[in-house]
């Protein structure tokens, strides 16, 4: 904000210097609006080609360059004839209106259209990238919009570069800079000097897989367990809870008073089902609990 009112407009006649207060007013509007995002909206013809919104007027204050790559190849004329000039909310809009369409050459272009909204879903195309190589100048510091992210751009040695500002990469020094050279996102990591970290590179991202492994996994383990349980019904009873019940088995099976004297072992009552072995076991186990 103070950058922006610092700027004296170039032109001295009354009418540039009205546009420009307005223009100034309008910014510092938009301002506020940059702790939740911008809302641009880009056309497909060029790489610095947006709708003119009131956001778009901050970068033109400051002289910071706006860029995408989200182009239509010029090779593929059944693309360009359906995109046209038009920006990515009136393609939108045309492809709805067309789909829903009696002419069989409207339904088609909105087809195509729609084909191209797919095909390039990563908002970068290669012919874009081409083209941004060529947009952007050497050491120049400029904003590339994509995938509704806004990203520092700058040109190093002919090679395209965004400044890392992923959480994942906080506390490695070395990670800075993370070129863009193709549009799968296949990039390489650089530090301040733009030397290679590619190292450090893999060890974040191995790192940052395995901790997403983990938690996918510690989440389904809790889901399944869950699903165990409601399935089970109540949970198996604990060692006390075990001695308890057995403890009450024998006293109800216990002979009366008057039965004739019998050994320790014979005094045992047999339970159904367990074998001999089994029931000293538990026996023991009784009365270690209960002592």
């Not at 339970?271 to 029931?279: C, I, K, M, W």
Request: glycine share 6%.
């Amino acid at each position: 904000g103070d950058c922006i009112l610092s700027i004296q407009p170039q032109e001295n006649s009354e009418a540039l210097q009205l546009n420009f207060q307005q223009n100034v007013n309008d910014a510092m509007t938009v301002l506020p609006k940059l702790s939740t995002g911008l809302d641009v909206n880009v056309r497909f013809t060029g790489v610095s080609d947006f709708e003119y919104t009131p956001e778009c007027i901050v970068f033109d204050l400051l002289n910071i360059p706006l860029y995408h790559g989200w182009l239509v190849d010029p090779q593929s004329s059944e693309a360009v004839q359906a995109v046209g000039k038009l920006s990515y909310n009136q393609l939108v809009e045309k492809i709805i209106t067309c789909k829903h369409s009696s002419d069989p050459n409207l339904v088609t272009g909105g087809l195509l259209a729609e084909q191209f909204l797919e095909s390039s879903a990563a908002q970068l195309t290669y012919h874009g990238l081409c083209e941004l190589m060529a947009a952007v100048n050497e050491g120049e510091l400029s904003v590339f919009f994509r995938n509704n992210h806004f990203s520092t751009l700058i040109k190093h040695k002919g090679h395209l570069y965004l400044l890392v500002t992923d959480q994942g990469f906080l506390q490695e020094e070395k990670v800075i800079w993370e070129s863009l050279h193709n549009v799968e996102g296949d990039s390489c990591f650089c530090d301040s000097d733009f030397h290679l970290t590619q190292h450090m590179e893999k060890e974040a991202s191995f790192g940052s897989l395995q901790q997403m492994q983990q938690r996918q996994v510690d989440q389904d383990y809790m889901i399944a367990l869950s699903l165990q349980q409601q399935q089970q019904g109540p949970l198996p009873m604990s060692d006390l809870e075990l001695a308890r019940q057995l403890q009450k088995e024998e006293y109800q099976q216990q002979p009366p008073p008057q039965a004739p004297p019998q050994s320790p072992e014979q005094a045992r009552p047999q339970t159904a089902g367990r074998p001999s072995s089994e029931r000293r076991q538990r026996q023991k186990e009784l009365d270690c609990v209960l002592l």
